[in-house]
């Protein structure tokens, strides 16, 4: 099973739209996640980070946490053409101090 | 306040040579990180220090690539011989410390191409 698991995509959505992203981890006591966002040919880049269960909210962006299901989602609302990227999940594994990285998922916001 | 230097930005090379990619943290950055992306994944760390030291080399393979940081500032990750399936994108990170939830910020990267 992989440590850190994403939906690849891609996923296209209507400019205005909300992009619901959604990500699963395997080590239950994992402490932080983390949302990067990457553009094609481009490194990635931290939009949010998160570390108690709930909602955080920034700006159009939402990530929202839930240990007991190992689940940590990135909701981005009023979708823009410039969202169009792919968003990297990542979730620091205790003790070993490292990220732990899904796949990414493609996000294509349609004009 | 500049954010992490890598490079070149771009090497091509043929299978059995040598490279060399140099990175050049954030001021103050204790932790160094080296990732691997190919192209589809996420990308997968390869070596991770504290200051001068190796915190986690667990994933490097170390018959052919080699890391260094030895004044705990820039750092140099060498691949010798390099294979087909080295190709990918080199990401250098730093963040303050190794504290769980201390952010990391990426370098624009090394595009390495093996021919």
């Known amino acids: 099973q992989k440590e850190v698991e994403q939906n690849s995509g891609p996923l296209s959505v209507p400019e205005g739209a909300i992009a619901s992203l959604n990500c699963t981890y395997s080590?239950?006591?994992?402490?932080?996640f983390f949302w990067y966002r990457q553009y094609s040919g481009k490194s990635p880049e931290l939009i949010m980070s998160i570390y108690s269960n709930g909602d955080k909210e920034d700006g159009r962006f939402t990530a929202q946490l839930n240990k007991a299901s190992q689940y940590v989602s990135l909701l981005i609302r009023d979708s823009q053409p410039s969202d169009s990227a792919t968003y990297l999940c990542a979730v620091n594994i205790p003790n070993d101090y490292k990220l732990s990285f899904g796949a990414g998922t493609t996000v294509t916001v349609r004009a | 306040e500049a954010g992490v230097a890598q490079s070149p930005r771009y090497k091509i090379i043929e299978k059995r040579q040598s490279v060399a990619f140099w990175c050049n943290p954030i001021?103050?950055?204790?932790?160094l990180y080296w990732y691997q992306q190919i192209l589809g994944q996420g990308p997968k760390l390869l070596i991770q220090f504290q200051n001068n030291g190796v915190v986690d080399d667990s994933q490097l393979p170390k018959d052919r690539f080699s890391a260094e940081r030895l004044k705990g500032v820039d750092s140099t990750l060498k691949i010798q011989p390099a294979k087909l399936e080295d190709s990918a994108v080199y990401l250098c990170?730093?963040?303050?410390?190794?504290?769980?939830?201390?952010?990391?910020?990426f370098g624009p990267g090394t595009r390495l191409t093996v021919l």
């Open positions: 990170a730093s963040s303050l410390d190794t504290a769980s939830g201390s952010t990391q910020y």
């Open positions: 080590d239950r006591v994992s402490q932080s």
């Open positions: 001021s103050g950055h204790a932790t």
